[in-house]
Each structure stands twice: as structure tokens, then as C-alpha cells.
């Protein structure tokens, strides 16, 4: 059940456009959406989900599936913003033939801020600090951001890049192999850090005033710490996700 998290985290952002610009009151969205994505994990399928979504924007503060943030204004065009966010990622030892005898990887939860500039002419640029406050991963993630939203009377595109660290405790929780765990067909491993990079686009477009509908489609690089781990399906070097669905904000 991990992918159908991930999609969700990933479409954060196309959701949360679609509120508009009505953050002085505040505004909460429901909605139903269709996921689908990769998985680097050995033997097990990409599948797809259909889930309900709820997001919240106001001057200060928004909420999507599986991350708050607090917004502190500095000025016209700069920002920072307190993060919460869900780390749902992972795996049971159930979940794969190739899994077997290992111990389970369990989601965790992450805090941090982010500093973001905003500029018509280049976009947005975010830099973004987490770190795992569970106890489970211990681990820090560092992510650069670039998105530029081409704005229309019907329609809102929004292409983006970014660059993402993560640090070695969190890679080896998540892809690494114990001594304990080690069998005939998997061998130790304790990765350092890894880096990736990645592209999206997620496309808006508004049915009424309070109705609209989301879509985004996400490719990433693996990175090669992550993608020499035995638990890894050899040969994968990227992974993707996509998701559609209707948002009614009131």
C-alpha cells in the first residue's frame, strides 16, 4: 500500500492550485482522484488506486494529503514556511518473496521549513529542509525546486524541476540490508547518500468557480545508492507517477 502515498504526495502541489486565489478566508477541497506509479522495490507491480482527496488554503497555512505548511511572509516576493510532512514509504516483509527474513521499513513523519522567492520572470524557487522527528529513519532530506506556472483563462500548466539529497541514514533504512538480513540471494548493504533528479507537470482546469480538475505526471532518476540496493529491481533507473481527478472547493 505504499505507492498509492507516494502519488499522493507527489500531486500535493496540482491539488492545492486548483484553490485559486481565496486564501484570505480560507478554503477546504474535496475531491476523488485515480493514481498510478512505479515501484523499485523487487516483485512488486505498479498498481492503481482511486482516493478520495482534502485540501485546505488560506493566507497562512495549507494542507494537502499528506503535508501542512505555515507560511511566514517576509516580503512581496519572499517567504518561509514551517513543514509537517508524512513519510509514507516503506515496506513489510509480506509485501514481497523478496523481503523475506528482512524486518519491516515503517512510515515515519517529517518537520522542517523551506524558503521560497517567487518572481514572474524566472518562477518559483524553494530550497527545503526535512528531517525524521519518528525515530524511525533518523534521516535529513534536502530538496532545490524550480516551477513556473503558465496561467490561462481556462487552463493552468505548471512545469517544474528539482534536485533532491537525502542522507545516508535515510537511504539505508529504506533500500539497505542488515547483517542480520543477509541470505544466499541478498547480500549486506549500507548505502550513503544518494541524489536524484526529476521533472513534472501538473495541468488545472477549472469546470465552474468551486469545480475543477487536477492532473500531473512525474518522472524522477533513482539515484545509484538507491538503485545497487539488492531490494531494488535490477536495471530500474527511474521511476514515474500520474495521477486525474475532480476537486470541489468550498
Avoid: C
Avoid at 14 to 28: D, E, Q, Y
Avoid at 202 to 223: A, D, E, M, R
Amino acid at each position: 500500500m505504499k505507492n498509492h502515498w507516494m502519488l499522493l504526495a507527489i500531486t500535493s502541489t496540482a491539488l492545492l492550485a486548483i484553490s485559486g486565489n481565496s486564501h484570505a478566508t480560507g478554503n477546504f477541497g474535496i475531491g476523488l482522484g485515480v493514481f498510478s506509479g512505479s515501484n523499485e522495490y523487487k516483485d512488486i507491480d505498479t498498481k492503481n488506486y482511486v482516493l478520495p482527496v482534502i485540501t485546505y488554503e488560506s493566507e497562512n497555512f495549507t494542507l494537502s494529503p499528506t503535508r501542512g505548511e505555515y507560511h511566514f511572509q517576509f516580503t512581496s516576493n519572499m517567504w518561509i514556511s514551517i513543514i509537517g510532512s508524512a513519510r509514507l514509504q516503506g515496506y513489510k516483509a509480506k509485501d514481497s518473496a523478496a523481503f523475506k527474513g528482512m524486518d519491516d521499513r515503517k512510515n515515519g513523519f517529517d518537520l522542517g521549513a523551506s524558503i521560497n522567492i517567487y518572481d514572474q520572470e524566472i518562477g518559483l524557487l524553494s530550497l527545503e529542509w526535512l528531517t525524521d522527528v519518528t525515530g524511525k529513519s533518523k534521516g535529513d532530506e534536502v530538496t532545490a525546486a524550480w516551477s513556473y506556472p503558465f496561467e490561462g483563462k481556462s487552463l493552468a500548466i505548471t512545469p517544474s524541476i528539482f534536485w533532491r539529497w537525502q542522507s545516508a541514514d535515510l537511504v539505508n533504512y529504506y533500500y539497505g540490508v542488515k547483517e542480520k538480513e543477509v541470505t544466499s540471494n541478498r547480500s549486506v548493504y549500507y548505502p550513503k547518500s544518494n541524489s536524484n533528479v526529476g521533472a513534472a507537470i501538473s495541468i488545472n482546469y477549472p469546470l465552474s468557480q468551486s469545480t475543477g480538475l487536477f492532473s500531473g505526471v512525474s518522472v524522477y532518476s533513482l539515484g545509484n545508492k538507491i538503485k545497487k540496493s539488492p531490494l531494488v529491481d535490477d536495471g530500474k533507473d527511474l521511476g514515474y507517477s500520474a495521477s486525474i481527478g475532480l476537486i470541489y472547493k468550498f
